[in-house]
């Protein structure tokens, strides 16, 4: 049982995730892929504490699940992921700090994860992502994977003010201060809200 007040939490692929007040990080469910972070392959149908050694006891301020893997962002910026994003890559039954070597100097503020990719957004209004993107759901003009976060073009959004980041299934949606909603990826149903049901690999408002 979780005896502390929880602000944060998200549900992945038959797996969860929790983040309490004083920034501990529970996991529970389906752990096939390590995405519960406790270092094994069992499921767990109870809150598992992943002890703070494993984020180098920094802050967690955010976290979110994937299809099978999760993934927390820290009070310095850092980003923690473990679980399976990548079919063709390894997966990490315990916490690992991600490369985010292209950020430079910027600072990851908001994490946000689809079924197979994370999007970040940074304090000076930058997207970076990462993960599968063979339905264009990256919004980076092609369907290549991304293994470390790259930046999204901000022309493709208009060089407009970020508000909000959303990953779906195999898609993704930005809303900017001006009201405007731009999406990317599989689009066969119209979750894209276009005029068209043909998957976008750039970014449309």
């Not at 602000?7 to 983040?19: Q, T």
């Not at 920034?23 to 002890?51: A, R, W």
Request: proline share 2%; aromatic share 8%.
């Amino acid at each position: 049982m979780i005896r502390e007040k929880i602000i944060d939490a998200c549900g992945g692929h038959k797996h969860s995730i929790v983040l309490t007040q004083s920034g501990k990080v529970h996991c529970m469910g389906k752990n096939e892929c390590g995405q519960l972070g406790s270092g094994d392959e069992i499921n767990k149908n109870f809150p598992f504490l992943i002890e703070p050694k494993w984020f180098n006891n920094e802050k967690i301020i955010q976290v979110k699940a994937g299809a099978d893997f999760c993934v927390a962002l820290t009070e310095c910026g850092n980003i923690y992921m473990w679980g399976l994003i990548l079919e063709q890559f390894d997966f990490y039954e315990r916490p690992k700090k991600i490369n985010l070597m292209n950020l430079k100097n910027d600072h990851a503020t908001v994490i946000e994860a689809g079924k197979n990719d994370l999007l970040i957004l940074t304090k000076n209004n930058k997207i970076y992502c990462c993960g599968y993107n063979g339905f264009g759901e990256l919004g980076i003009g092609n369907v290549r994977s991304q293994s470390i976060p790259i930046m999204i073009d901000t022309e493709t959004y208009n060089n407009e003010k970020v508000v909000k980041i959303s990953a779906g299934y195999r898609y993704t949606m930005l809303l900017t201060h001006t009201g405007n909603v731009y999406s990317c990826g599989e689009n066969k149903s119209g979750n894209l809200g276009l005029v068209t049901l043909i998957q976008q690999i750039n970014f449309n408002v």
